[in-house]
């Protein structure tokens, strides 16, 4: 039971102002920042070794994406040629294609052509014979 602690207002506010004063006094005790320190320099130059392995490191993964990256061109150039080229005979093949079916289409109706007029000249011939000389020839 909390009431029954004998703290005040006042004796928490003191509280807290000693954990105040504590703090900004250890805060304060500390040395003050010297730059030819033996403990900052080693420190300095750790973080800088730090530095400089990443950036290498990065330098080495850009240079590595970069070829990656020119390695997956070269290799869809080299599709884009072989689909190209795959398109172009396909369309070759197509056109001969319909070149030999317009050919035989062609040929088709020159027979049908052919047999049709062999009807009419038949049919004229006989027409011819069933007339008589003088018909013929008025």
């Known amino acids: 039971m909390s009431f029954l602690n004998a703290n005040s207002f006042l004796d928490r506010q003191a509280a807290a102002a000693k954990a105040r004063k504590e703090m900004a006094e250890k805060f304060l005790s500390r040395p003050k920042y010297d ?3 033996p403990a900052v320099l ?3 130059a ?3 070794e730090i530095l400089e392995g990443r950036a290498k490191r990065d330098e080495e993964r850009q240079k590595r994406k970069a070829e990656a990256e020119a390695a997956e061109a070269t290799r869809r150039a080299a599709d ?3 689909r190209q080229e795959s398109l172009r005979l396909e369309a070759l093949a197509r056109e001969a294609a319909e070149a030999a079916s317009r ?3 062609e040929r088709l109706e020159y027979e049908k052509k052919l047999e049709r007029d062999a009807r009419y000249a038949a049919r004229k011939d006989r027409k011819q014979k069933k007339k008589s000389a003088s018909e013929r020839y008025g």
């Open 42 to 44: 080693e420190r300095e």
């Open 35 to 37: 730059p030819n320190d």
């Open 80 to 82: 884009e040629a072989g």
């Open 46 to 48: 750790k973080r800088r």
């Open 103 to 105: 050919a035989e289409q």
